[in-house]
């Protein structure tokens, strides 16, 4: 996975940020598994080791880079979700959506 992600950004000179932020995603997992790996091999994996916190960035900047792959390039500014037009609209809803739904479950 971690070959695809640099043969990804080696394809063009600029490659678009949303190939970018997929690309450190992925990095991110493949560290994430490695560290788990040796970890559990010597027995001294724990919950909430940095294991798990790169494989929640991970998953993070994969939905970062599907926003951003849903963008055009330049856009003006603009708080909250994107128009109602915009297909990117449901996927800020579902995110929010959950957001509020782990919130309110945890408290």
């Given at each position: ?44 994996f724990e ?9 929640l960035c ?35 809803s579902v ?13």
């Amino acid at each position: 996975m971690l070959a695809l992600a640099v043969l990804l950004l080696r394809r063009r000179a600029a490659a678009p940020p949303a190939v970018r932020v997929l690309a450190l995603a992925v990095t991110l997992f493949v560290l994430a598994d490695v560290g788990y790996g040796y970890l559990q091999l010597h027995a001294t994996f724990e919950s909430g080791m940095w294991p798990d916190a790169a494989w929640l960035c991970g998953d993070y900047l994969l939905l970062l880079a599907a926003y951003r792959a849903d963008r055009p390039a330049v856009a003006p500014r603009s708080s909250g979700c994107p128009t109602a037009r915009s297909p990117s609209r449901t996927a800020c809803s579902v995110f929010w959506l959950g957001t509020r739904t782990s919130i309110r479950s945890a408290a």
